[in-house]
């Protein structure tokens, strides 16, 4: 069945990186090979989307593609020979080549036992995952869906190419895929797909945890990320168990109309699509199931959630193996996410303090703190929101007028303490921190002077405490 659609002209002829992959095509289909543009690119294109990259199904195998590409003046790259695929640059822009395959046996959920070369495009399409993903495009002979696609994209439904049951069984990559196509895409799951993705959850503890973790990133960066996880929780708790305690969790209190998992989740959808700002907000509520106690009253309360929740963020985090950098930036936010900061100069630099004094960290706490309280009960939402922006308004004068809010601001350095009599070793970064915290309170200015009478009386002080 090769289908023609109308709405091929949405790529623009100037698309230089369209213009490029059909001369690709044009190079292999003239030495009497097939080549079809497949995967990502054909879905883009049907939703009118920009492409960000093509790749090609070939019937020649990796070998004549190199030859081919070579005498075309293509240079080549063998990034994935083993499973057929080259990347081939047209101009500098890579694209991937892969000969037509169909995997062989799989043997534990996650690597097929050899990979097949196969002579046709519709064997080829019936081993990718899902019907939008399933589709071929040639500019001449249109797109080729044997399997829907076209009508599921349209439709917004995510549907597994051929029975569900064995297509999870094959690969269970396939079911954290699909959780991230849905927020990606704001596309629902179709019921026997869903079906399939639960009864072989369990399998994704034998795919590799990278893996899992470039998924569960795009699905939080996806346009539905928060609507994705609530929706499909019961899939997503196989790699994020913890979701599960937040499930329903009633928090009996006046400030929230939304249980845990909701709250966080409309939280998700209110913040920026950075993975910062996006893991800190999955996480920073986490805790509250385990600080959860209620009054006489029976009002709920969570004192010191924060910090239980950063011991799940860094759990959750650590066995993703995510970078300890990134581990530490989240836990950071997470820690901070409740603490009650006024929006007066003097505040904002002391929270800029316990922030490394990364202004960005600020803000990214700022975005956390905006999504969370756009997820609370409605009559807290605007005097809370209109507070978080003034922080960072006061963030912004603080900025403009160069004021110090950590050590590298300060008018004076180590050296100078020590020149001042100081006693080399850990009074050197204490006396620092005390002319910060002095400078910050207003107490002293930022000036050489000032800050040496200053260190002199500190240093004082702390040889009459001894
Ligand atoms: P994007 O590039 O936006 O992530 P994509 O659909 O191109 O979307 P890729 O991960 O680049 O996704 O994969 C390219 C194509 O390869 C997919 O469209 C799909 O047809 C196929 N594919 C990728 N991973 C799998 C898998 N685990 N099982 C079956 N087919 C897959
Ligand atoms: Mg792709």
């Known amino acids: 069945m090769h289908t023609s659609i109308q709405n091929i002209n949405m790529i623009s002829n100037d698309d230089a990186l369209y213009q490029r992959a059909l001369l690709l095509l ?219 305690a937040m499930r329903s969790f009633d928090q009996k209190t006046p400030y929230h109309c939304y249980d845990v998992l909701e709250h966080t989740t409309r939280a998700i959808d209110n913040v920026k699509p950075d993975l910062l700002i996006r893991w800190t907000t999955l996480c920073h509520d986490m805790g509250k199931p385990a600080a959860f106690f209620t009054d006489d009253d029976g009002v709920g309360h969570f004192y010191g959630h924060g910090a239980m929740s950063v011991f799940i963020a860094r759990g959750i985090l650590e066995r993703l193996k995510a970078s300890p950098a990134f581990v530490d930036e989240v836990c950071l936010l997470v820690k901070r996410h409740d603490d009650v900061i006024e929006p007066t100069p003097r505040a904002v630099k002391r929270m800029l303090t316990k922030l490394h004094g990364d202004p960005a960290l600020f803000r990214a706490l700022c975005e956390v703190k905006r999504g969370d309280t756009s997820a609370q009960a409605q009559p807290y939402r605007a005097p809370r929101r209109e507070t978080v922006d003034a922080l960072e308004q006061t963030l912004d004068s603080i900025l403009a007028k160069d004021e110090a809010f950590s050590l590298s601001k300060l008018a004076l350095n180590g050296n100078d303490v020590v020149a001042l009599g100081v006693t080399q070793g850990p009074d050197v970064g204490q006396a620092l921190q005390a002319a910060l915290n002095a400078v910050i309170d207003e107490t002293v200015p930022n000036e050489p002077e000032a800050l040496h009478s200053f260190i002199h009386a500190w240093w004082n002080e702390q040889n009459s405490a001894e």
């Open 26 to 244: 044009q190079t292999l289909e003239d030495a009497g090979f097939e080549a079809w543009i497949v995967g990502g690119f054909v879905r883009n294109m049907i939703m009118g989307e920009t492409p960000h990259d093509i790749d090609i199904a070939c019937s020649a195998p990796w070998q004549t593609t190199r030859l081919l590409c070579q005498s075309a003046g293509f240079e080549t790259r063998e990034t994935g020979v083993l499973h057929g695929t080259l990347t081939v640059l047209v101009d500098g822009c890579p694209f991937e080549v892969t000969t037509y395959r169909c995997d062989g046996a799989y043997k534990d959920a996650r690597h097929p036992e050899q990979v097949e070369f196969v002579s046709s495009i519709e064997q080829d399409l019936a081993r990718r995952d899902f019907t939008m993903n399933a589709l071929a495009y040639h500019p001449d002979r249109g797109v080729l869906d044997l399997f829907g696609g076209v009508a599921d994209i349209e439709s917004g439904v995510i549907r597994a190419v051929g029975d569900p049951q064995t297509r999870f069984g094959e690969d269970a990559l396939r079911i954290v895929r699909g959780c991230r196509f849905a927020s990606e895409l704001g596309f629902e799951i179709e019921e026997a797909t869903y079906k399939g993705m639960l009864a072989n959850k369990g399998l994704l503890s034998h795919i590799a945890i990278e893996r899992v973790k470039v998924e569960l990133d795009r699905l939080l960066l996806g346009k539905s990320a928060g609507e994705t996880i609530l929706k499909y929780v019961d899939i997503l708790s196989a790699v994020l168990p913890e979701l599960v």
